[in-house]
Each structure stands twice: as structure tokens, then as C-alpha cells.
């Protein structure tokens, strides 16, 4: 059976920061003496306080603690990847981002490790001779560690009826991990991803000490369950690792008119 799941990004935030904890604890797997003779208040706990945010009014709309990456006025918090000291070049109009293609890929001027992020987009509607990887055809790199397509890719694609390898169509990790299902609406109407982005760390000596792991929600469905990356996106050969810190966030231009509205992220913060 297949479930679909509706949850706001608050929620998926949360779900990330459990997952982190369980990953932290050690399990007991009998009753511990002690349980006998314990009170309830000696298993309650007062502090830290949780941070209060307010929700958006919707599911999708940002909330209180949100950076907003793109609100449909301009492009003033992203610029080319190719380039970090000239600005984007893609279109806005109508509150919409949308490729210009032969311009390159974009990304945040700010930089980040684990976050949640709200994304939607459109795909446009190609002619019948477009099939495959050729049919709109983007990228979200959930961290930018170079020029061009150097990073981590989430796959956009219109997969709505469009055949290609699993692990490239539209919600796969590329060339990694195929989503859990094809949860793809038809080209002309807007999508959503919801993510949660668990960076990778690395030693001092420059060694992996934890990889990355990823969680995705498209149009509400889940499509990725906190998988672990093997490494950075490659187009041919194994993924692998090298050092980085914080990364931008990247837009892919792979020369089609896919738009972008409504972009926000919330930076997550784990004790280590």
C-alpha cells in the first residue's frame, strides 16, 4: 500500500532532529531496576525551552524563523555558481524565477549545512520530441561545492509519463537513489519539495567523520527516508567525498524554461 503524507516543514524539522537524537542514545532492551521505585517527575525535565516559531498560515508558507531565498521581487540573495561576483541572470516576472537558459546555474549568496528547505517549481510543457533526461530538465544541488554542477542533486525533471533511468528521474537522488514513488503532477502545474538536509562533516585530516543524509517530501508524498548519501553528484563514474563547510544552495540550468516560486529555508542546529 502506499501512503501519501501531508505534513507542514515544521513538522518534517522536527522528525530530522529525532532522528538525529535516536542516533545519539543508547537503548536499554529490559526494565532497569531503578523503574521500580522512581517518581513521574524524575523523568520530566524543564529546560532548554524550545525556541517559539509561528507556523505560516499554510502549509507552505514560511515561517517565523525562515530565511527567504526568493519571495518573486528579485534576485538579490543568489548569483551565478560560475561566477560568485556576478549576479543571477535568470528571468523574473510575475513573481516567478524562471531559467534563462545558456546564462548557467545560480546559487545563494548565503551559505549553510543542516536546514530545512521549502521549494516549488513548474515544469514547462515541452513538445512530444523532448522524452528522457531532455524534458524539463533542472537540478536543486542541496549543497553547491563548486562551480557548475559540482554538489549533491536533487533531480527536477518532468517525469509525469516520461520514461528515463530510475535514479535520474524527477525526486531521485541523481544518479544515486530513485524516489520511493513517481509523485510528479503534470508540466504546467507547480510542485513542491520539502527537505531536510543533514550536511556531511569531516575530520581535521579531511576524512569523512559522518556522510550526508536526506529526507524529501514532493507534493506532500515521501520520496526520500533520510537517506545517506555516498557521495558528491557525478554524471559518470562513483560518487565520492571531499571536504567542505557550510555550502550554498544551487539552481541547475540545464536549458529549459523550468520555473521557481516561493524558496525558503530554515537553518537547523544539532549539538554534536
Not at 19 to 38: C, G, I, Y
Not at 183 to 210: H, M
Request: net charge negative; aromatic share 10%.
Amino acid at each position: 500500500m502506499k501512503w501519501q503524507i501531508f505534513l507542514c516543514a515544521s513538522a518534517l524539522a522536527t522528525m530530522a532532529v529525532m532522528r538525529f537524537a535516536v542516533a545519539q542514545q543508547q537503548f536499554l532492551t529490559s526494565p532497569p531496576p531503578e523503574n521500580k521505585h522512581m517518581k513521574p517527575e524524575e523523568t520530566e525535565f524543564y529546560s532548554p525551552v524550545p525556541p517559539v516559531v509561528t507556523p505560516g498560515n499554510a502549509c507552505g508558507e514560511a515561517p517565523s524563523d525562515a530565511i527567504i531565498l526568493f519571495d518573486g521581487k528579485d534576485l538579490s540573495n543568489w548569483v551565478s555558481a560560475n561566477d560568485t561576483t556576478k549576479p543571477a541572470e535568470w528571468t523574473v516576472q510575475d513573481g516567478i524565477m524562471t531559467v534563462k537558459p545558456g546564462t548557467g546555474n545560480i546559487q545563494t549568496r548565503q551559505r549553510f549545512m543542516d536546514y530545512q528547505l521549502h521549494l516549488e517549481w513548474r515544469e514547462p510543457v515541452e513538445t512530444a520530441d523532448h522524452t528522457g533526461q531532455d524534458r524539463g530538465n533542472s537540478g536543486l544541488f542541496l549543497a553547491s561545492v563548486g562551480p557548475g554542477d559540482d554538489g549533491y542533486e536533487l533531480q527536477i525533471l518532468d517525469s509525469y509519463h516520461n520514461k528515463t533511468y530510475v535514479n535520474g528521474q524527477c525526486g531521485s537522488i541523481y544518479k544515486q537513489y530513485p524516489p520511493l514513488v513517481n509523485a510528479c503532477r503534470p508540466p504546467g502545474e507547480w510542485q513542491t519539495y520539502d527537505v531536510v538536509w543533514i550536511a556531511p562533516r569531516f575530520n581535521t585530516d579531511g576524512t569523512l567523520k559522518s556522510p550526508a543524509r536526506v529526507t524529501v517530501f514532493q507534493n506532500g508524498i515521501l520520496i526520500q527516508n533520510d537517506v545517506v548519501l555516498k557521495g558528491r553528484t557525478l554524471y559518470i563514474g562513483h560518487p565520492y567525498y571531499s571536504p567542505h563547510g557550510p555550502s550554498p544552495i544551487k539552481l541547475q540550468d540545464h536549458h529549459h524554461l523550468v520555473s521557481f516560486r516561493n524558496i525558503w529555508v530554515c537553518p537547523l542546529h544539532f549539538s554534536e
